[in-house]
């Protein structure tokens, strides 16, 4: 359920844990486990049809629904009460990435997430181009911000090259040791006027597992030509950042020419609660990336909130792949359960018998969401029944007021395909589970 829909994944644990306790009174009926598991099935697929009753359609301009519908899956989290600051951030991310006339899914790579302790969830922002968790070099005189940069990748390091061997030289006079320093110095002096001559004014390093990417030496020199330099970049940032700057990674020195460069408007140093963060802003090509900054006071919430993101970012990911929604607060599920159980009575035989074991196992949904908001399930659960038999189809349970009210009108709507995706691979997992005759235990002969 994660990787498909990304939200909804304690739906899916509580549908099957209801789905194994009916199960196992079908069981002690005397009905076949494979009777019980092709029932199982033919009820998901129904439920699906089901379900789009009761879907409403969304385009993906509409920008206050998108909203909602993530502020929906926000709720549920600990860090519910910036809902209202969280969500409109994801909506911005996802709409910078795609193209909303075309797109079918959303690559949540390209929606990087940064944590940053110091400050409060409030001073979370969107940033449009790409932060680095690094400090600049502070090597004496060294820049701190560039407007109008030039920016350059490089996977090769700037140090005094090493044999492939562990090798000594032994020195025996101090001319041969102003020699070799000297080399050294040319050889890096070298590398940065080349660096310098293509119009890079902002240099990010790639980290160095061999050797270092670059010595004091090599950053003094850079300073003095005015180039900012961000090193230790890990590796499996590269690609993002390829994409984000529209650059090349320089693999070595000959390759470095101007048309490797990226250009931004601005890059520049900031002071982010006790540490640093590196900001590049509009870059010159129109990226379909973004960076949010997320800033926490202590490391569970930047955790939770890093994790409450993921989930608002799945959840819109869903309305792109299907652009449908459907009221929350436990409606789905006891429309799915009641049209189950009308669509059981059509049927005979053991089939029928476990239809309408499936619409009761739906119902633990809307039952354990009454009891989570302190209300009555059974009271609760019934009147929820008697109000969809009646028709009022986007009816569920108002946690807020604790009472049976109307989901559309208190805006509680989540994307279709995570109610759909739970509930199919709820039924899949209890399939299999069912096919499992016994478990043998092994003995640890000592």
Known sequence: ??????????????????????????????????????????????????????????????????IKSAATSLSSKVVSDFSGLLAPITVDAVLKCIDTTTATNVDLKDIKVITKLGGTLEDSELVEGVVFDKKASHAAGSVLSVDKAKIALIQFCISPPKTDMENQVVVTEYTQMDRILKEEQNYILDICKQIKKAGCNVLLIQKSILRDAINDLALHFLAKMKVMVVRDIEREDIEFICKSLACRPIASLDHFVPESLSSAERVEELSVGGSKVVKVTGPSIGQRTVSILVRGSNKLILDEAERSIHDAL???????????????GGAPEVHMALRLQEYARTLSGMEAYCCKAFAEALEIIPFTLAENAGLNPIATVTELRNRHAKGEHSCGINVRKGQVGDMREEQVIQPLLVTSSAVKLAAETVR???????????????
């Open 432 to 446: 299999s589970i069912l096919k499992i005759d016994d478990i043998l235990n092994a003995q640890h002969h000592v």
């Open 314 to 328: 799945c959840v819109l990911r869903c309305l792109v792949k299907k652009r449908a929604l459907v009221p929350g």
């Open 1 to 66: 359920q994660d990787v498909e829909a990304g939200d909804g994944t304690t739906t899916v644990v509580i549908l099957a844990g209801s789905m194994l306790s009916v199960s196992q009174s079908l069981l002690s009926k005397g009905i076949h486990p494979t009777s019980i598991s092709e029932s199982f099935q033919t009820a998901a697929t129904k439920c699906v049809e089901f379900l789009d009753e009761l879907a409403i359609q969304v385009d993906l301009n509409d920008k206050p629904t998108l």
